[in-house]
C-alpha cells in the first residue's frame, strides 16, 4: 500500500511538471538528433576506440526507439542518451585507422589519393587539394589529406593523384597535410567525373562571350567554381565579405530550388518538386560533396520533400536532425572542420533568425524578393560572423554594404549566366545577351573591387572562444525575446518557399 501511494505520488508530480504529456515524435528525433552531434564531437576527448564496439551501437538504438514509441516528454532525455551513445560509436568507428598517420608524420612518403572537391589555388599561386581514398604503400588509409602544391598542370574533381612530399599533423577535419607536396602522377578515369565534365564545358560555352573575370564571377554564382576566379579578384571578395556566394553553397542552392518551384507550381505541384529535385542533384554534383553542400542538399530536399506532402518542420528539429544525418555519413566533418561548422550557423540564421528580424521590424507582412534576401543575407553573417572572426582574426567592416549593393542582383545574374551558356550555339541571341550580361557581371566586380580596396574595409580583432560563446548566448537571447514579442511560428519557415 505503502509502494502504491509513492508509485502514484509520483506520477502525480511528474504529472504536475507536465513531464508525462504526449510529445511530438519530431522533437523526439530533434532530441536523439542533438544526442547524435554531441556524441561524435566528444569523440575527439575520449580514449582512441573506446565506443568502436556494436554493443554501443545496439544500446543507442534501443534507447532512440524506445523513447519514439512512448512519446512523452520525459523521454526527450532517453532519446538524447540514445543519440549520444550512437554518436559515440560512429565516431570512435570513423577514428579507426587514423592511428597509421602517426607512423608517417614527418616522414617523406608517397600516397595516391582522389580529389574529393575542385582545387582551389592559394595566395602564393600553389594548387591545394583534398585527397580521399588514400592509398600508401599499398594500403588503403581511412580520412582525408590535405596536399599544397606548385603543380601546374589541370587536375580536376576526381582525379587520382600521386604525390610525394613529408607528411605533417593534419587539422580540423583532416587526418594529414603535406606541404610542397611533387606530383607524380594524376590519373583521370574514363569517363571519369560526369558531372564536372559537363560543367566545364559550360563554362568555356559562357566564356566564349563575357569577358575573363566577369565570366568567372557569374560561373562561381551559377556553379560554385571557384578555381576560375583571378587571384586578385578572389582576394577583393573575400575583403568584402563575398564569398559565401562564389562557392559551392546553400545560398547558391537555395535560389536554384526556389526558382525551378516558383516556375511549375502552377503547372503542378508534382512537377515543381520534380524539377527542383532536379536542380538540387544535379548542383551537388556539379559541385561536390563538401560539408557546406553535404548539409544543404540535405536540408533542401528535407524542406521540399515536408513542403510536397503539406507538411511542416520546425527548425529547431531541422537543424539537429540535418546535422546527426551528415555526421553519420561523414563524423569527420564534427572535428573542427569549420566549413560544417560555417554551413549550419548560417543556415540557422536563414531559418531562425531572418524570420524573426521580418517579423519585429516589418510586422507579418511577407517581404518581398529583395527584402528577403537582404534579411537572409544579414541573419547569416550575423549568425557566422563569431566563427569566422575567432578563426581569422579579422572582421569586414564593407561586408553589409557589398551585400546590399549585389544580394539582390544575383539571381539576375545566374539567371544570365545560364542564358549565356545556353544560347551559345546560336551567336545573334546571345550576343544580346551578353551586353546586359557583362555589365551586370562589371557592375558587380567593379563594387567589389572598389570597397575591398578602402583603407578601412578590414579590421584586425582578436576573439577568444570564450567570447564566441557568450556572443552566441546573446544572439540566443535576442531571438528568444523576439520570438516572444512577435509571437513568431518558427514552423512556418521553409527554405523552398
Known amino acids: ?38 556524441g561524435v564531437i566528444s569523440v575527439m576527448r575520449v580514449p582512441y576506440g573506446l565506443f568502436a564496439g556494436w554493443m554501443w551501437l545496439v544500446a543507442g538504438m534501443v534507447l532512440a526507439l524506445a523513447s519514439l514509441v512512448g512519446a512523452r516528454r520525459w523521454l526527450i532525455i532517453v532519446a538524447l542518451v540514445g543519440g549520444v551513445l550512437v554518436g559515440l560509436w560512429r565516431g570512435s568507428f570513423g577514428q579507426i585507422g587514423l592511428e597509421h598517420y602517426q607512423t608517417l608524420i614527418s616522414q617523406t612518403v608517397r600516397l595516391s589519393g582522389r580529389v574529393l572537391e575542385d582545387p582551389d589555388v592559394d595566395k602564393k599561386g600553389q594548387t591545394v587539394l583534398r585527397l580521399g581514398d588514400i592509398v600508401s604503400n599499398d594500403r588503403r588509409l581511412p580520412g582525408s589529406v590535405w596536399v599544397v602544391t606548385r603543380h601546374s598542370q589541370a587536375i580536376k574533381r576526381s582525379d587520382v593523384v600521386t604525390v610525394r612530399g613529408t607528411l605533417t599533423d593534419g587539422f580540423g577535419a583532416f587526418a594529414a597535410r603535406m606541404s610542397r607536396a611533387a606530383v607524380e602522377r594524376v590519373t583521370r578515369e574514363q569517363p571519369g567525373d560526369v558531372a564536372v565534365s559537363v560543367r566545364d564545358w559550360f563554362a568555356e560555352r559562357v ?26 579578384l578572389m582576394t577583393a571578395l573575400q575583403v568584402a565579405g563575398l564569398t559565401h556566394v562564389i562557392v559551392a553553397s546553400g545560398y547558391n542552392l537555395t535560389i ?15 512537377l515543381a518538386a520534380l524539377s527542383a529535385g532536379v ?37 529547431l528539429v531541422l537543424l539537429p536532425v540535418a546535422a546527426a544525418m551528415t555526421l553519420l555519413i561523414n563524423p569527420q566533418f564534427g572535428w573542427n572542420d569549420l566549413g560544417w561548422q560555417l554551413s549550419f550557423a548560417a543556415f540557422s540564421g536563414v531559418i531562425i533568425l531572418a524570420p524573426l528580424l521580418q517579423r519585429y521590424f516589418f ?3 511577407s517581404p518581398g524578393v529583395i527584402r528577403q534576401i537582404i534579411g537572409e543575407t544579414v541573419s547569416a553573417q550575423i549568425m557566422t560572423w563569431p566563427l569566422l572572426v575567432a578563426s581569422f582574426g579579422v572582421i569586414s567592416n564593407v561586408a553589409l554594404i557589398v551585400n546590399v549593393l549585389i544580394l539582390p542582383l544575383v539571381p539576375l545574374a545566374m539567371l544570365l549566366t545560364f542564358a549565356v551558356g545556353v544560347c551559345a550555339d546560336v551567336p545573334v541571341v546571345a550576343g544580346l545577351i551578353t551586353a546586359p550580361t ?60
Open 256 to 270: 536554384l530550388v526556389r526558382l525551378a518551384r516558383r516556375l511549375f507550381v502552377r503547372v503542378s505541384k508534382y
Open 363 to 365: 510586422g507579418a507582412k
Open 438 to 497: 557583362t555589365w551586370l557581371l562589371q557592375y558587380m566586380v567593379g563594387v567589389a573591387r572598389w570597397l575591398a580596396g578602402l583603407d578601412w574595409a578590414q579590421l584586425e580583432v582578436n576573439l577568444s572562444w570564450l567570447w564566441v560563446i557568450i556572443t552566441y548566448l546573446i544572439i540566443i537571447g535576442a531571438m528568444w525575446w523576439m520570438r516572444r514579442q512577435t509571437g513568431l511560428r518558427l514552423r512556418e519557415s521553409n527554405v523552398v518557399e
Open 1 to 38: 500500500m505503502v509502494e502504491s501511494r509513492g508509485s502514484l505520488a509520483y506520477t502525480n508530480y511528474m504529472k504536475s511538471l507536465g513531464l508525462t504529456q504526449r510529445l511530438h515524435v519530431s522533437w523526439l528525433l530533434a532530441a536523439a538528433g542533438v544526442g547524435i552531434v554531441i
Open 207 to 232: 566564356r566564349r562571350y563575357v569577358p575573363e573575370s566577369e565570366a568567372a564571377l557569374g560561373l562561381g554564382f551559377l556553379m560554385g567554381l571557384r578555381r576560375a576566379l583571378p587571384l586578385e
Open 279 to 315: 536542380m538540387i542533384i544535379g548542383f551537388m554534383a556539379m559541385t561536390g560533396l563538401s560539408p557546406s553542400m553535404s548539409r544543404a542538399g540535405l536540408v533542401a530536399g528535407l524542406s521540399l520533400a515536408a513542403w510536397y506532402y503539406g507538411r511542416t518542420i520546425h527548425p
